[in-house]
């Protein structure tokens, strides 16, 4: 186990949650373009799974082989991890620390078991969960993208009702309004600015 660091004063863990397909990468996106962007730090997850067509390794994901990966939750190298849908995520723990320590706020995009991980690790984690409008815009989303199998799809249609029950579990509860992304994000970044205000010397320990 490493031994935990403290992070800047003020700086804020931020998980982003929610059910595959409700638009978390193009929320996360779209908070790149706005002015705050700067002080934010998004961490890339990495991944097991083979890259969809246009993503490319260390932007979006870094994709490892499964020996990789193994290797480095076996050096404790991740702060959560976690099977999702046949294939292993995870969050390494030296680029959470880096940031928080340089004083930026830090964005997980992770999973509900990734964000209960960090939460028990991290109090002070900020849980936000992205929501659909509703579970049909959700499957029309899913299937519009036509990035997996059939069977694949399946899966990710039956864990989001699943997904969709640990909300409560979150400090806020989003919605992603078809067509309202900027809207979006920036409700996010204003939740960011929120708990700013409420923790201004806090030390985010990781």
Known sequence: MRPTTLGAPGTQLVIISGPSGVGKDTIIEAMRRLP????????????????????VDGIHYRFLTLEAFAAL?????FLEWAEVHGNWYGTPRDSVRAALAAGRDVVLKIDVQGA?????????????FLVPPSMQELFRRLRSRATESADELEVRQRNAAIELARREDYDHVVENATGEVDRTAAGIVGLIAEAHRDHATRRVRV
């Open 73 to 77: 939750r076996d050096e404790d190298g």
């Open 36 to 55: 705050t962007a700067a002080a934010y730090h998004y961490v890339v997850t990495c991944t097991t799974r083979p890259p969809r067509p246009g993503e």
């Open 116 to 128: 209960e991980t960090v939460k028990k690790k991290v109090p002070e984690a900020l849980l936000i």
